[in-house]
């Protein structure tokens, strides 16, 4: 196969994804607000959370995992706080139902903060963060997911790869957002060295006699990922279980009563109910700026992202040739017309 990836427009890429999940029995809009979020990461440099997750998503509608026409609703409301059920249907729309409540939640009490139950994979968290960070607001996204990680100090997969995310408005620009998986590695990530046949780094993965590895497969033949930063990064994800896991009532990952969906937690801060909005983002211009000039290789949070948007809105979205088969593969099986784009160099 031509390792070459292949180059396709926003639009395009976001109607190919479209149309696969609607041939799969996604209705329309369901499927527009996963397609959408989908490209939204491939957009931004994060293949592992783009059109490469379609297949996955099909084939979870096939085992019953996801139910396609679900639709999520706010099923409790206390004060600033809310619960959203995702109704074990597609993560994005009830992410995307959730960030909505946190915001008026926010305006109505300061903050909001709302936990989404029966949720199925949301994507990239950085995106909902991204979106409260747009309002004015202070964002903080975290989640738990199906049991891949060791904890430090083990080889059993016993946490999720747990995400977690932060935005901060600016006056100008890119919020200022990270979004990082607890595990060294997202999964998706590792996939894609897999799908591309190249070594994992060192301190990602261990095989499933416990011991350290650099091939991919070994975590795919029942190996386990290892949290980043040791004992911090296996801090935090402990931390994010009993959040994110077990205040949705999904469950921590490595115990029985999990249910195998992605317990998710939204907080929103309103900055005005704490200090002046205009000073409080003239603060965080000053200290970007200052951030800059501290060296010649730094940047702030978010802005990798954003320039990378910017040139692939522009020059296109590459889809690796792995990624590229697997969809044609879906497209044939489906009957989905598949997008007329030159050969790779062509």
């Not at 033949?221 to 935090?236: D, S």
């Not at 907080?267 to 200090?275: G, H, K, P, Q, S």
């Amino acid at each position: 196969m031509n390792a070459t990836p292949r180059v396709l427009a926003a639009d395009q890429l976001r109607d190919l994804a479209h149309r696969l999940l609607t041939a799969a029995g996604v209705p329309t809009d369901l499927a527009a607000v996963v397609a959408e979020s989908l490209v939204e990461a491939d957009l931004a440099g994060h293949g592992s959370h783009g059109v490469r997750r379609v297949k996955w998503y099909l084939d979870r509608i096939g085992t019953g995992v996801i139910v396609p026409g679900a639709r999520p609703e706010v099923i409790s409301r206390r004060g600033a706080s809310a619960v959203v059920s995702g109704r074990r249907g597609f993560g994005q729309p009830a992410a995307r139902l959730a960030t909505e409540e946190a915001a008026g939640l926010a305006a109505a009490h300061g903050v909001g903060v709302v936990a989404i139950r029966e949720c199925g994979h949301i994507g990239r968290l950085g995106e909902y963060a991204q979106t409260l960070a747009g309002r004015g607001l202070i964002a903080q996204v975290v989640g738990n997911a199906d049991p891949t990680v060791a904890p430090y100090g083990g080889y059993r997969r016993m946490l999720g790869t747990n995400p977690m995310a932060w935005a901060v408005p600016r006056a100008h620009g890119a919020a200022v957002v990270m979004d990082w998986a607890t595990a060294a590695m997202a999964e998706g990530k590792l996939g894609l060295l897999l799908a591309a046949g190249q070594p994992a780094p060192e301190g990602v993965l261990v095989d499933p006699a416990g011991r350290h590895s650099t091939d991919p497969a070994d975590f795919y033949r029942g190996g386990a990922l290892l949290p980043f930063g040791g004992h911090k990064g296996y801090g935090l994800s402990v931390l994010i279980e009993l959040v994110g896991g077990l205040l949705t009532g999904t469950g921590a990952a490595g115990s029985p009563e999990y249910d195998g969906t992605f317990g998710t937690v939204i907080t929103a801060l309103d900055v005005t109910a704490f200090v002046p909005l205009d000073g409080y983002l003239a603060g965080v211009e000053s200290f970007c700026r200052a951030l800059r000039a501290s060296g010649p290789d730094v940047v702030v949070p978010g802005e990798p992202e954003a320039a990378t948007r910017a040139e692939r809105l522009e020059k296109g979205v590459p889809v690796p040739a792995a990624v590229w088969a697997e969809l044609a593969e879906l497209a044939d099986r489906l009957g989905v017309p598949w997008p007329d784009t030159p050969p790779p160099g062509g």
